[in-house]
């Protein structure tokens, strides 16, 4: 069992929390569990529920889309000093992508509703997390839609062989993924706007209550 003591040091020596305040990344470690999970373990499935995120510490990671009609398309293999899973984030909190460990794995996993309540009742808190994870969410769209392009197009089906239905319906259904991970991506992009929009007022208005005010004549 990690102390801890000891998660606050994984935590501080971590790249994704690396330059956040002192105090932010203090707020983190009640939050955080040393996991593992033996190579060819699923950390989640597409569609399941996203009750958590991971840190990674060793090991090594296969980010995958699941289609109905063959093997899981790995998008994008994920090792040491990366981050997983996003969905979290935004409603309907299902995840957009499977998780596979190609090897023995160690992460640190972080509570998806303890985080968010930690988040509403903390803004700057709030702020730090959804500024880490925008770009993480932009990478990995950026990564799936290049994939799908290697998959589904440009290529024509011939005039005389029509595409299949089950992968017509695979296309779709792809397609649709991307679509909401997008707009997922823009509902976040918004709220990180209004976090930081907050913090600026609510920093204008500590200076005006400090400010010595003028005596009267």
């Given at each position: 069992?990690?102390?801890?003591?000891?998660?606050?040091?994984?935590?501080?020596?971590?790249?994704?929390?690396?330059?956040?305040a002192?105090?932010?990344?203090?707020?983190?470690?009640?939050?955080?569990?040393?996991?593992?999970?033996?190579?060819?373990?699923?950390?989640?499935?597409e569609?399941?529920?996203?009750?958590?995120?991971?840190?990674?510490?060793?090991?090594?990671?296969?980010?995958?889309?699941?289609?109905?009609?063959?093997?899981?398309?790995?998008?994008?293999t994920?090792?040491?000093g990366?981050?997983?899973?996003?969905?979290?984030?935004?409603?309907?909190?299902?995840?957009?992508?499977a998780?596979?460990?190609?090897?023995?794995?160690?992460?640190?996993?972080?509570?998806?509703d303890?985080?968010?309540?930690?988040?509403?009742?903390?803004?700057?808190?709030?702020?730090?997390?959804?500024?880490?994870?925008?770009?993480?969410?932009?990478?990995?769209l950026?990564?799936?839609?290049?994939?799908?392009?290697?998959?589904?197009?440009?290529?024509?089906?011939?005039?005389?062989?029509?595409?299949?239905?089950?992968?017509?319906?695979?296309?779709?259904?792809?397609?649709?993924?991307?679509?909401?991970?997008?707009?997922?991506?823009?509902?976040v992009?918004?709220?990180?706007?209004?976090?930081?929009?907050?913090?600026?007022?609510?920093?204008?208005?500590?200076?005006?209550?400090?400010?010595?005010?003028?005596?009267?004549?």
């Amino acid at each position: 069992m990690v102390k801890p003591r000891d998660l606050g040091r994984v935590i501080d020596e971590h790249p994704f929390f690396r330059d956040m305040a002192p105090d932010l990344r203090a707020a983190l470690v009640c939050l955080a569990v040393n996991e593992r999970f033996a190579a060819g373990e699923h950390l989640f499935r597409e569609g399941a529920e996203a009750r958590k995120f991971y840190v990674i510490r060793e090991g090594q990671v296969a980010v995958e889309v699941e289609p109905p009609v063959r093997k899981p398309i790995v998008l994008e293999t994920l090792g040491a000093g990366d981050v997983l899973g996003w969905s979290w984030l935004v409603p309907p909190h299902r995840a957009a992508f499977a998780a596979r460990a190609q090897t023995d794995l160690r992460v640190l996993a972080f509570d998806a509703d303890c985080l968010r309540r930690a988040m509403l009742e903390n803004p700057q808190l709030g702020y730090a997390v959804l500024a880490r994870f925008v770009p993480v969410m932009a990478h990995r769209l950026a990564a799936a839609r290049m994939q799908m392009l290697d998959l589904y197009g440009p290529a024509v089906a011939p005039k005389d062989k029509p595409a299949k239905p089950k992968v017509e319906k695979a296309v779709r259904d792809s397609k649709g993924r991307n679509r909401s991970a997008v707009a997922a991506l823009e509902g976040v992009k918004a709220e990180a706007a209004a976090t930081k929009a907050e913090l600026k007022l609510a920093k204008k208005g500590k200076k005006a209550d400090k400010a010595p005010k003028k005596k009267g004549k």
